[in-house]
């Protein structure tokens, strides 16, 4: 069963997060209302408007608090995904030999986590798919995973180790995936919204 990874190729290095820092309040006699607005570097602003206040303001911030945090996540995505587009061949290479050490020890340690044997892990150059997993129960990972926030990296290879048991995706496979992964669909939208951008 496959995860796949519509079109191009992403191998960012940029899982660090812009940290979720305090509101910047700035006054401006033009402006008629309150406007919250997220900067690129992740940072927030919140224009008050000449008749208002700073604590309506705060207030107003704080009511758009979802609306910031998703803008604030999509950024972090969005850096991660440019990272991995800016990659010299150097980088690259230093990478998938990272990848080719790190990821089947990652994947060894969880499936013995969870008392599951795997007959084998390859890690690929694969351009469409983040993993797969073989009725042989042979896992193959994307070699960009090693790029990707840990929590990606380890519900990736989490879905592969319960296709040993599931060899679909049914109700009982997602079952699975959701008492060994809690946050496994917040990670499965932080991957649409990556490959949507
Ligand atoms: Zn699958």
Known sequence: MQQ???FE???GHATEEPAATAPEF?????ARRYVVRVRADGTVRVTIPRWGSKREAAAFAEEQRPWIDRHIARLRIQRNRQASEQLSDGQRQTLRARAKRELPLRLLALAESFGLRVSRVTVRNQQS???SCSPGG???LNWRLVAMPDWIRDY???HELMHLKQLNHSRKFWKLVAAACPEY???RAWLREYQQL
């Open 185 to 187: 669909q917040a990670a």
């Open 129 to 131: 798919r983040w993993g």
């Open 4 to 6: 796949t990874l519509p």
């Open 138 to 140: 042979h896992i193959c």
């Open 9 to 11: 190729l992403h191998a």
């Open 26 to 30: 700035v006054r401006h006699p033009r």
């Open 156 to 158: 990736v290879i989490v």
